[in-house]
């Protein structure tokens, strides 16, 4: 407790990403608590089942209540900035270790955490912090763990809100989207989650088709930074295909050559 089935767009090669709108839903599993799953992480060559505590509410719960953890499994928190952060174990039953991790995800402190406990740990005595680690305790130093090593992962964003029809609302559904780029392409996957599958509106149409009733995902990338135009690339659940040009921030667009691949996952 702290207190303080894929879609792929391929060779977009384009500047920073500033919107990803689609419909999603929840379909969380113990002992996540709160936090997304479906996440792993690495570390000094293990691999990780980790639940990502990244709101307020799933940082605030951690693992408290949680009877069993599978021995590879562990939860991650997630913060926006970097600072002194204290832990505790209170009505937490299972004991555990910790590592924070910098903006770097290099690891800075470590300790072992009895269960049921209300002693602080990291907080004044413990270097400045982006992430924390909790696993089963002892498995830092079954695994050869220690301060100064650098985990590998990625934290999918999960915090939308809506455009329509109520903007800036919460969404009404759950997504879980990653961003992933090289020299040569931008990577963006993207779960969307549906408490009603069967509802999903996917008609069959040509590439580029506009007058359809279907449900999309569009990712906008305003490689001009300048908050008026936009690149977008849309995908329906029936793998159509879509990409245009938005400018003047009047919704306006022109269809563009095709730029990009879109696989889907199961």
């Known amino acids: 407790m ?14 920073a990403l500033v919107g990803a709108a689609a419909c999603s839903g929840d379909s969380p599993s113990s002992p996540n608590n709160g936090g997304t799953t479906g996440n792993t992480l690495t570390l000094n060559g293990t691999t990780l089942k980790v639940a990502v505590a990244a709101t307020n509410a799933a940082r605030a719960k951690g693992l408290m209540g949680v009877t069993t953890m599978a021995a590879d499994s562990a939860m991650l928190f997630v913060f926006s900035d970097d600072r002194q952060r204290g832990f505790w174990m209170k009505d937490t039953p299972i004991p555990l270790s910790i590592a924070f991790l910098d903006a770097n995800k290099k690891i800075v402190f470590m300790a072992d955490m009895p269960p049921n406990t209300t002693t602080v740990y990291g907080a004044f005595n413990a270097p400045q912090m982006r992430y924390a680690l909790e696993v089963n305790q002892g498995w830092f130093a079954a695994h050869g763990v220690t301060v100064g090593m650098t985990a590998s992962f990625t934290v999918a964003a999960t915090d939308f809100v809506q455009s329509m029809p109520n903007p800036g609302a919460n969404a009404s559904h759950r997504t879980e989207a990653r961003v992933l780029y090289d020299r040569d392409a931008l990577y963006i996957g993207v779960r969307m989650f549906d408490a009603h599958p069967d509802s999903i509106a996917q008609q069959i149409a040509r590439r580029d088709s506009d007058d359809i009733y279907s449900d999309w995902i569009r990712i906008a990338v305003d490689s001009y930074l300048d908050r008026r135009t936009a690149f977008v690339f849309a995908v329906s659940p029936r793998g159509l295909q879509r990409d245009e040009f938005r400018y003047n921030d009047l919704g306006n667009e022109v269809t563009l050559v095709k730029r990009f691949e879109a696989d889907e996952g199961e």
Do not use: K, Q
């Open 2 to 15: 702290s207190f303080s089935s894929p879609i792929w767009i391929r060779r977009a090669v384009l500047g």
